[in-house]
């Protein structure tokens, strides 16, 4: 078995040309988590080992989670199977926290950035240090907006498909189920990567970016969290309102 999938990894790789998408609509180097037929690539398993060792735990399993949320809304759509480049949207998905990383130190987070920018820059680095030749500039470009607008959906939802299906694997940890995942299906795999932390991660995460940063936090969806627990975080004269106004 494991000469067999190996053979078709390496044929599959062989026969893409550089900035080809993998569509699972045609033979792929593909495995089974949570009873879940997904891409098993290098660069794939590279971003799941990157995503495990810059991430805590809880972001890692959200991480996790929303790789394959993401993949079963593509596997149950018709157009989707036809469109989504999967190694994008794996990889957009498998690294779209990095920016939550409270580490001390950290290389990836910066001062003056919000944490979907600082996501969005350490995967293309990543790309550019672990990605094979398939990775040309679009790809990368794709993966960069799916993880810098994945909040954001009314934009994101509306952009390229890779971009809009790995925000909408990510809502389901938050929002609950959309088309392609059923309840079997996400109980099958909460019950192996667990979302019993995802709760107080998130709230831990965005109240310490708003005090750390908060100029990054306005007008975002952190701004909430600054307002409920953050001592003497304000947003008086720091609005977009404020500076148009200031301005005209």
């Given at each position: 078995m494991f000469i067999s999938k190996t053979i078709l990894l390496l044929t599959c790789l062989a026969v893409r040309k550089r900035g080809d998408p993998v569509l699972?609509?045609?033979?792929?180097?593909?495995?089974?988590i949570a009873g879940i037929t997904v891409i098993d690539t290098p660069t794939v398993r590279a971003a799941i080992e990157f995503s495990r060792n810059h991430s805590s735990e809880a972001v890692f399993l959200h991480q996790m989670r929303a790789w394959l949320f993401g993949s079963l809304i593509i596997a149950g759509n018709e157009t989707l199977r036809n469109s989504v480049d999967i190694e994008v949207q794996a990889v957009s998905a498998l690294l779209h926290d990095l920016g939550w990383s409270m580490a001390p130190n950290s290389t990836i987070v910066s001062s003056d950035k919000r944490f979907e920018v600082d996501g969005a820059i350490a995967a293309r680095k990543f790309l550019a240090d672990y990605g094979?030749?398939?990775?040309?500039?679009?790809?990368?470009?794709?993966?960069w907006d799916a993880i810098a607008l994945h909040t954001t959906r009314t934009i994101g939802y509306y952009k390229e498909y890779e971009v809009s299906t790995t925000s909408m694997g990510i809502s389901v940890d938050y929002d609950g189920l959309k088309p392609g995942v059923t309840n079997e299906t996400f109980a099958t795999i909460i019950k192996e990567f667990p979302n019993d932390e995802l709760k107080k991660?998130?709230?831990?995460t965005f109240t310490w970016i708003c005090a750390t940063k908060p100029a990054v936090t306005y007008d975002t969806q952190l701004q909430s969290w600054g307002e409920r627990y953050v001592a003497n975080y304000s947003t008086e004269g720091n609005l977009r309102i404020d500076h148009i106004f200031d301005n005209l």
């Amino acid at each position: 078995m494991f000469i067999s999938k190996t053979i078709l990894l390496l044929t599959c790789l062989a026969v893409r040309k550089r900035g080809d998408p993998v569509l699972s609509t045609s033979p792929y180097p593909n495995t089974t988590i949570a009873g879940i037929t997904v891409i098993d690539t290098p660069t794939v398993r590279a971003a799941i080992e990157f995503s495990r060792n810059h991430s805590s735990e809880a972001v890692f399993l959200h991480q996790m989670r929303a790789w394959l949320f993401g993949s079963l809304i593509i596997a149950g759509n018709e157009t989707l199977r036809n469109s989504v480049d999967i190694e994008v949207q794996a990889v957009s998905a498998l690294l779209h926290d990095l920016g939550w990383s409270m580490a001390p130190n950290s290389t990836i987070v910066s001062s003056d950035k919000r944490f979907e920018v600082d996501g969005a820059i350490a995967a293309r680095k990543f790309l550019a240090d672990y990605g094979d030749d398939g990775w040309d500039a679009r790809r990368t470009q794709l993966v960069w907006d799916a993880i810098a607008l994945h909040t954001t959906r009314t934009i994101g939802y509306y952009k390229e498909y890779e971009v809009s299906t790995t925000s909408m694997g990510i809502s389901v940890d938050y929002d609950g189920l959309k088309p392609g995942v059923t309840n079997e299906t996400f109980a099958t795999i909460i019950k192996e990567f667990p979302n019993d932390e995802l709760k107080k991660v998130t709230n831990d995460t965005f109240t310490w970016i708003c005090a750390t940063k908060p100029a990054v936090t306005y007008d975002t969806q952190l701004q909430s969290w600054g307002e409920r627990y953050v001592a003497n975080y304000s947003t008086e004269g720091n609005l977009r309102i404020d500076h148009i106004f200031d301005n005209l």
